[in-house]
């Protein structure tokens, strides 16, 4: 869920009142502007670079999560919960940025595990795609 960097109060309730209602296991959220959410009946991981935007997890606070992993430039967070890799990811965007999403792909392959755990990558990466073989 692209969150477009909000961070007023009125906004970040409705971000709430969708979680109770729905009541996800995992929300996957791109362009946070925040550094907590303290949302009753959640964990979170939020990942911010130098601008105050990034990604970020909110899961359930009955789920364990074994391990958490968080790209530098705030774009992607990984979370392992049993053998399932969750991946939130948030590529650059625009057709102005080009040069920036295959860099941006290339460079950040190696935070996709290339183990034989189940991956399940969510977010802004539909213009990233690896070569068959």
């Given at each position: 869920?692209?969150?477009?960097?909000?961070?007023?109060?009125?906004?970040?309730?409705?971000?709430?009142?969708?979680?109770?209602?729905?009541?996800?296991?995992?929300?996957?959220?791109?362009?946070?502007?925040?550094?907590?959410?303290?949302?009753?009946?959640?964990?979170?991981?939020?990942?911010?670079?130098?601008?105050?935007?990034?990604?970020?997890?909110?899961?359930?606070?009955?789920?364990?999560?074994?391990?958490?992993?968080?790209?530098?430039?705030?774009?992607?967070?990984?979370?392992?919960?049993?053998?399932?890799?969750?991946?939130?990811?948030?590529?650059?965007?625009?057709?102005?940025?080009?040069?920036?999403?295959?860099?941006?792909?290339?460079?950040?392959?190696?935070?996709?595990?290339?183990?034989?755990?189940?991956?399940?990558?969510?977010g802004g990466l539909q213009l990233c795609s690896r070569s068959a073989g």
């Open positions: 869920m692209n969150l477009c960097g909000i961070y007023s109060d009125v906004k970040l309730s409705m971000l709430k009142n969708f979680l109770n209602y729905y009541k996800h296991d995992f929300v996957f959220l791109q362009e946070v502007a925040v550094e907590s959410f303290n949302f009753y009946g959640y964990k979170e991981i939020v990942n911010l670079n130098r601008e105050r935007r990034g990604t970020a997890v909110l899961f359930k606070e009955s789920i364990p999560v074994k391990s958490v992993c968080q790209l530098s430039d705030g774009r992607g967070v990984a979370v392992q919960f049993r053998d399932v890799v969750l991946i939130n990811i948030y590529a650059p965007s625009g057709s102005q940025n080009r040069q920036q999403k295959r860099l941006f792909c290339g460079r950040h392959d190696a935070f996709i595990p290339g183990s034989s755990k189940q991956v399940n990558t969510w």
